[in-house]
């Protein structure tokens, strides 16, 4: 399977070198000429491939988005039609509470699976899975289980916790936000049992 | 040359009973602790910018000024200055100023600003948070050349052969990365040297960040600049009493912040995780707090290591404590591990 990991901040580097660490073929991609990221993905995440967003999402099968927020607006959401799009951004500065920004996210991507993950870890405790809960919600339940797989070869443990709508759950300010917490820990803590 | 600095955010101390000082206390007390790490052989003394209730050191120059009139030798500067919601012009005006009653002590270290208080105080927008930092780093470096500028961007009006003043020798001008890939990047384009702002898991999480710049530096055709580290950390007598009086302000802290930066609250397990060998902070007994900042600058290949000290809550006699601890004990310790 393909992944197409866009940004190439904080998060998009760390991911990136997961998921080739876990055998995907991964390109990564930024807002602009490849160039400009290559020695970023060359140190950062060996292996993955720095392309031009447009070409790295017309190949692959699923699609991380790693902007930040404010970006967002600004992205075509043309190329994405079809794909499996990850959606490990967050609102900032974070509202008080949940606002459903992947519903948001899945509106604009209309043709797009959005599924919500990723979101809710520091992306310096990415690093270090170690088996970690990460919640995945999403409207299409196929491309749930197939984000689902992705991340727990990448060493979490998903939590299936609903459609876009549930999670919310996984938002700042939401009960599951930046914990470290095993599969039945957040469970209990967002309220799933 | 290895050099030490302490930086610190100037928290709010309190006082014997535990309740929190005024800020113009702390303000003064900032002073003599400044003054106190000179006398302890210490090289840099750091202010980070910030404007909240329990972080008021929103001047920081001003205060680094007042400590430059009561020191001779050690180097004085911003840990860091939010220069994406500053003038860079006014930003180089000021530490030139610095630089001019210190004697060539200035230093400054530029950052985007993980915390983001300064951006709704200055009006500015963080839909524009890159792009500020980039067009004003861009500038910051011109206007180091120390020549007539002439610049333009989007971010503030131009400038043509302006001639921006005081004019005064060159000062270290390093730019603070919290975790991001560009502003390393950046760092190396513009000629900055890189300070690592390492605040979680294991320091040598950053090593390819140091690999990065190092060879971005050689891509864009520059002599090989200092690496820094700047981490924060509590020294006491022994492991227990600094691990004990460190604990429940940076509990109650980063339990604050993390609920809009995605940190994880803190558990004593994960504490008792930080303040070991694979963990950021730098919590412990002389020795201990020692041999990690050695570790760390091997691992990171850094020159400079930048201990943050103080968190909101501390009592200032504990903060001095920390800093006779740090320049008298800790740093010649380091220095003997790195021989």
């Known amino acids: ?193 | 040359m290895i050099t030490f600095g302490l930086d610190t955010f100037g928290d709010v101390t309190n006082d014997r009973d535990g309740h929190p000082l005024s800020h113009a206390q702390t303000i003064r007390n900032l002073v003599e602790e400044g003054v106190l790490a000179e006398q302890v052989g210490v090289d840099f003394f750091g202010i980070g910018e910030h404007h909240t209730p329990d972080m008021p050191l929103s001047a920081a120059d001003v205060v680094l000024a007042a400590i430059a009139a009561r020191t001779s030798r050690i180097h004085l500067g911003s840990a860091v200055t939010v220069l994406s919601s500053d003038d860079p012009v006014r930003v180089f005006q000021r530490y030139s100023t610095l630089n001019a009653v210190s004697d060539g002590r200035a230093e400054v270290i530029l950052g985007r600003g993980s915390s983001i208080d300064s951006f709704p105080l200055f009006g500015y927008d963080l839909a524009d948070y890159e792009d500020l930092f980039e067009e004003k780093t861009n500038l910051f470096a011109e206007l180091l050349k120390g020549g007539p500028v002439t610049w333009q961007g989007k971010t503030r009006s131009s400038l043509h052969e302006q001639d921006v003043v005081p004019h005064t020798e060159p000062f270290p001008a390093w730019i603070g990365v919290g975790g991001s890939p560009q502003s390393v990047v950046r760092a190396a384009a513009y000629g900055f040297s890189l300070m690592l702002a390492i605040i979680g898991g294991h320091p040598s999480r950053f090593a390819p960040f140091s690999k990065l710049y190092l060879q971005a530096l050689q891509r864009f055709g520059r002599d090989p600049l200092p690496i820094g580290v700047h981490s924060p950390g509590h020294v006491a007598a022994t492991d227990e009493q600094a691990r004990e009086e460190f604990w429940p302000h940076y509990r109650e802290l980063i339990t604050r912040l993390g609920k809009t930066r995605g940190f994880a609250v803190p558990t004593e397990e994960s504490y008792a995780h930080e303040v070991g060998p694979h963990g950021a902070l730098f919590v412990g007994s002389p020795e201990t707090v020692a041999q990690k900042i050695a570790a760390t600058l091997r691992v990171l290949q850094a020159s400079r290591f930048d201990l943050k000290y103080g968190m909101g809550g501390l009592s200032h006699s504990s903060l001095m404590t920390t800093i006779e601890l740090y320049g008298t004990q800790v740093v010649p310790r380091v220095r003997e591990l790195m021989d």
Not at chain 1, 85 to 102: C, H, K, L, Q, R
Not at chain 1, 107 to 120: F, I, P
């Open chain 1, 1 to 193: 399977m393909r992944i197409a990991v866009l940004g190439a901040g904080h998060v998009g580097p760390v991911i990136a070198r997961l998921a080739v660490a876990a055998g995907y073929d991964v390109s990564i991609a930024a807002s602009g000429d490849p160039q400009d990221i290559a020695l970023i993905a060359e140190f950062l995440a060996p292996g993955a491939e720095p392309r031009w967003a447009a070409d790295a999402v017309g190949d692959a099968d699923l699609v991380v988005l790693a902007i930040p927020w404010h970006r967002f607006t600004s992205l075509d959401p043309g190329p994405l039609a079809g794909k499996v799009v990850v959606d490990a951004m967050n609102e900032w500065p974070p509202a008080d509470s949940p606002t459903g920004t992947s519903e948001h996210v899945a509106e604009k991507l209309s043709g797009a699976q959005v599924v919500k993950t990723l979101n809710h870890i520091a992306y310096h405790e990415m690093e270090e899975p170690r088996g970690r809960a990460l919640g995945v919600a999403g409207d299409d339940p196929a491309a749930v289980g197939v984000v689902a797989t992705f991340i727990e070869r990448l060493g979490f443990d998903a939590v299936r916790v609903g459609d876009l709508a549930a999670g919310r759950l996984l938002e700042p300010a939401g009960p599951v936000f930046g914990l470290a917490l095993t599969r039945s820990e957040f469970e209990q803590a967002g309220g799933l049992l």
